[in-house]
C-alpha cells in the first residue's frame, strides 16, 4: 500500500486548503483512513479519522467545526477540507490508513503512511 497526499501550501489565517491523499497497491474500502498532524518540536497528532464506507468520522477538538474528512471509494482517495485555519494549524499533515476498527485516534494502530504535505498558515 501506498498513499501520496498533497494539497498542502501557504494561507493567511481564515483561509481554506483541501489536501487529497490518494491509495495504491491495496483495497481501499478495506481501510479506514486517517489524517494526522505534526508541528516542528511537537509530537504527532491526531487530526481526524473515517470509516471504510466513510459513514463514520471522528475529529480532534480543536478541528472540530473547521475540517472535514471524506473519501470517494471509486477515487481511491481521501480528502480533508481544512476551512477558518489558524497559525495552530501550521504542521506537516499526513494520511495513514488502517485495518483494525478500535482505538481510531493511535498512531500505533494505522498500517501505512504516507510521506506528508506541509500546511502553514500565516497570522
Known amino acids: 500500500v501506498q498513499l501520496q497526499a498533497s494539497g498542502g501550501g501557504l494561507v493567511q489565517a481564515g483561509g481554506s486548503l483541501r489536501l487529497s491523499c490518494a491509495f495504491s497497491?491495496?483495497?481501499?474500502?478495506?481501510?479506514?483512513m486517517g489524517w494526522f498532524r505534526q508541528a516542528p518540536g511537537l509530537e504527532r497528532e491526531f487530526v481526524t479519522t473515517?470509516?471504510?464506507?466513510?459513514?463514520?468520522?471522528d475529529y480532534a477538538d480543536s478541528v472540530k467545526g473547521r475540517f472535514a474528512v471524506s473519501r470517494d471509494n471509486a477515487k481511491n482517495t481521501v480528502y480533508l477540507q481544512m476551512n477558518s485555519l489558524k497559525p495552530d494549524d501550521t504542521a506537516v499533515y499526513y494520511c495513514?490508513?488502517?485495518?483494525?476498527?478500535?482505538?481510531?485516534?493511535?498512531?500505533?494502530?494505522?498500517?501505512?503512511w504516507g510521506r506528508g504535505t506541509q500546511v502553514t498558515v500565516s497570522s
Open positions: 495513514a490508513a488502517r485495518l483494525k476498527v478500535l482505538d481510531k485516534r493511535n498512531r500505533s494502530t494505522y498500517d501505512y
Open positions: 473515517i470509516s471504510r464506507s466513510g459513514g463514520t468520522t
Open positions: 497497491g491495496g483495497t481501499f474500502s478495506s481501510y479506514g
